[in-house]
């Protein structure tokens, strides 16, 4: 193995999302090549062509349209050094009823299904996207330490901590040669954020004059992470000295949603319109992480304010393409 790169054949499961996508661009910088995995493509799928605009065309890119529920992984997986396992249905509050057989396919059997691949194939280590949402609820916890009690309150959840407790199961086993680091992002934003999450929404609503609909009080608190620092945790995660580990990725503070609908007024300087609606089953109430242990395995520090971050993602959506400014008058339910 070359000492220049320690990564130097990865593959991204979900690089055509939000999250797996920076990470396919950070990988190809520091001079991996990346096998892409993703069951959307840029030729079907118009969001995967923009998330993977910076990478298609790149010599060391090749994306495969592929599905880890039923695809035969190992042809991908051969050969890689490191798996990044991004790939996964990732809401919080479709994942009751029936949506939730799909959640069950998408993220606990392809992480199954993924991680005896990986083992088959000699992987040295796969980084799992795991979710500040096995935790449950923080209200009167404090900081939720990774020792501390999983109890998710979404079949989400349920699925990320399934998924979470099958990858160090299979990191565990006698003489397996893949290791494995789940880094439990606690709500990722910046430019590409999936179109369904809150800060996204309420920037387009700027733009667009489309209503936030706001679950609940808005006094619901959220560790906003921005995505290059949970890129940055993907890349120590992936040479860290351990067998399997899970791992706090947050981003430094705990802010309520009506907080962040007056920072967007600061920064944009104008209102985000807002309809009330109800509280959402499975939304927790708080979510705030603590770091100690990403500090001390990853040397982790998440290096971008909420303040930072939002006017990186501002600046992104406003000079997109196809997003229009049409009056941002505010609006009250
Ligand atoms: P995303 O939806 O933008 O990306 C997920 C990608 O996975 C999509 O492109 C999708 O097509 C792909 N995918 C889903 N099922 C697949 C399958 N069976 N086969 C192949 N590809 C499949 O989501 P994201 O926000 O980038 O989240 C990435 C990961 O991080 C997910 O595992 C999610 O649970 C986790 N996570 C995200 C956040 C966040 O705030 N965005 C927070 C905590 C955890
Ligand atoms: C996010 C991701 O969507 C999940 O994939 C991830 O697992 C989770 O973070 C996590 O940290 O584990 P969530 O915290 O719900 O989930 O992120 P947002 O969709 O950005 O919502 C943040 C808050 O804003 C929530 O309280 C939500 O109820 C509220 N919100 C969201 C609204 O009031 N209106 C909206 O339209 C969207």
């Known amino acids: ?16 999302g939000f999250i797996g996508s920076h990470v396919a661009e950070a990988l190809l910088q520091r001079g991996a090549t990346v096998l892409g995995v993703d069951r959307r493509s840029p030729r079907d799928n ?25 695809d035969e992984l190992k042809p991908w997986v051969d050969g890689a050094d490191t798996v990044f396992h991004l790939a996964a249905i990732p809401g919080v509050r479709p994942s009751w009823g029936d949506s939730f057989g799909e959640y069950l ?51 989400y959840g349920v699925t990320k901590l399934a998924a979470e407790r099958l990858a160090l199961a299979y990191a565990l ?3 397996s040669p893949t290791s494995v680091v789940a ?34 009080d808005g006094r619901q608190r959220r560790d906003f992470t921005f995505v290059t620092d949970a890129v940055a945790a993907n890349l120590a995660a992936a040479t860290a000295e351990v067998t399997a580990e899970a791992v706090n990725v947050g981003g430094g503070n705990s802010v309520s949603v009506l907080d962040v609908l007056n920072l967007i007024a600061d920064i944009t300087g104008a209102a985000v319109p807002v309809h009330s609606d109800a509280h959402q ?18 040397g982790y520090e ?32």
């Open 105 to 155: 396919a998408c993220n606990v059997l392809a992480t199954q299904r993924l991680m005896d691949a990986c083992l088959s194939s000699g992987v040295r280590r796969l980084v799992l996207a795991s979710s500040s949402s096995v935790y449950g609820d923080a209200v009167d916890r404090g900081p939720l330490h990774e020792e501390g009690v999983t109890a998710p309150l979404s079949p």
């Open 183 to 216: 880094l439990r992002y606690f709500t990722v934003y910046g430019p590409r954020q999936r179109p369904d999450m809150a800060i996204g929404r309420m920037l387009r609503g700027i733009l667009t004059g489309e209503p936030l609909r706001l679950y609940g």
């Open 302 to 333: 998440p290096s971008v304010s909420l303040n930072e971050g939002i006017e990186r993602q501002w600046k992104w959506l406003s000079t997109r393409s196809g997003e229009r400014r049409r009056g941002s008058t505010a609006v009250t339910a």
């Open 173 to 175: 086993t006698p003489a």
């Open 281 to 298: 089953p499975g939304d927790v109430q708080v979510t705030e992480a603590d770091l100690t242990k990403a500090r001390e395995l990853l």
């Open 46 to 70: 118009a969001l995967a062509a923009e998330n993977l605009d910076g990478v298609m065309g790149h010599p060391g890119f090749r994306l495969v349209q592929g599905d880890l529920v039923t």
């Open 1 to 16: 193995m070359s000492t220049t790169h320690f990564i130097e054949r990865a593959v991204v499961t979900g690089a055509a």
